[in-house]
């Protein structure tokens, strides 16, 4: 099969299309021919050495994938050769063949084509189990999103504002305000010209935040806890701007708030299948009838991953990079 591998760590002109052989499903997975992948920020990060697979993982790189289901390992149940599908992966993703646990496969939402459905795996399960299932974002709560309108942003204000939430987002140019409030969040904040502790505060009437996902790390920690309300939730998610500071724990004290940070990829298959069981269940609806639309940004062939990955580091794309195989 192809594969895109990089030729050592390093930019994106290491990554290279390439033959490997084909993965073979174990007991409980499953085997996709590959139709589409996506580009997360996670993937930069393993192009440059810094973010190793998790043990027993695929060293391919490529976190969620459209496809058809070619073989069942044993004692998999549920579901069909020939079945269209998307899945949560460990690595994998940018390749013709990938194999997944069974539990990670989910079927594609109705009336979402299979290219478009390589989008959806990892932005679901990163929203609905950061968003709902640890942070325990309830209707009527204020909701703070970064980056809104990247992959994960875009998803988590449709998501939100559909289950009842005010929902708040930060981005860094016209455009990207625009996206953002027109996918549903009541005010978009300009970070490159405006605070977004004194903007949201003010625009809560002092209350703040109850929840807010972060993809910036250190350099917003104090920020953010300032713009959590009462028994507030931080939840970070990303490290962009870095991974080191300090924490004042007063300032968590007086609200009684919480900082939490989690990834999806290192957890157990267990609780991924419970994850991907619940984004089937409860989001995949929403998608289905048109609640949530997937932002496409831009859609190149598996072969220039290099460039999907430049155009990622650059910050001016919106939405999701597609590959497709």
């Known amino acids: 099969m192809k594969a895109v591998l990089p030729t050592a760590p390093g930019g994106p002109e290491v990554l290279e299309l390439t033959d490997v052989p084909d993965p073979e499903p174990a007991d409980g997975e499953v085997l996709l021919d590959v139709v589409a992948t996506a580009v997360n920020r996670a993937d ?56 997944v646990p069974a539990g990670q496969v989910m079927p594609t939402p109705a009336g979402v084509d299979l290219v478009t459905a390589a989008g959806l795996p990892e932005v679901a399960a990163t929203v609905w189990s950061n968003v709902m299932m640890v942070a325990g974002l309830r209707a009527g709560d204020t909701f703070l999103v970064h980056g809104g309108a990247g992959g994960i942003g875009t998803f988590a204000i449709q998501l939100t504002a559909a289950l009842g939430a005010r929902v708040f987002a930060t981005a860094g140019s016209a455009e990207k305000l625009a996206l953002c409030t027109e996918l549903g969040a009541e005010l978009a904040i300009d970070y490159r010209q405006q605070d977004f ?126 590959l497709v195989a």
């Open 44 to 99: 930069l990060h393993q192009r440059q050495g810094n973010y190793p697979p998790p043990p027993g993982a695929s060293e391919i790189i490529g976190l969620e994938c459209s496809g058809r289901v070619a073989a069942l390992g044993t004692s998999v149940e549920g579901l069909e050769v020939g079945q269209e599908v998307c899945a949560l992966l460990a690595g994998g993703g940018y390749a013709t063949r990938v194999a």
């Open 197 to 322: 502790v004194e903007v949201l505060r003010e625009a809560t009437d002092g209350h703040g935040a109850d929840v807010i996902l972060d993809n910036m790390g250190a350099s917003y920690l104090a920020r953010n806890i300032e713009t959590l309300a009462d028994e507030g939730r931080l939840v970070v998610i990303g490290f962009q701007g870095g991974t080191k500071a300090e924490l004042d724990i007063r300032a968590l004290w007086r609200r009684r708030a919480a900082v939490i940070s989690t990834n999806l990829r290192g957890r157990p298959v267990a609780e991924k299948a419970t994850i991907c069981a619940a984004v089937a269940e409860h989001v995949w609806p929403l998608v289905a009838d048109g609640t949530i639309r997937t932002v496409i940004g831009r859609t190149l062939p598996l072969g220039e991953a290099g460039e999907a990955h430049r155009l990622m580091e650059s910050g001016e794309s919106t939405g999701k990079i597609l």
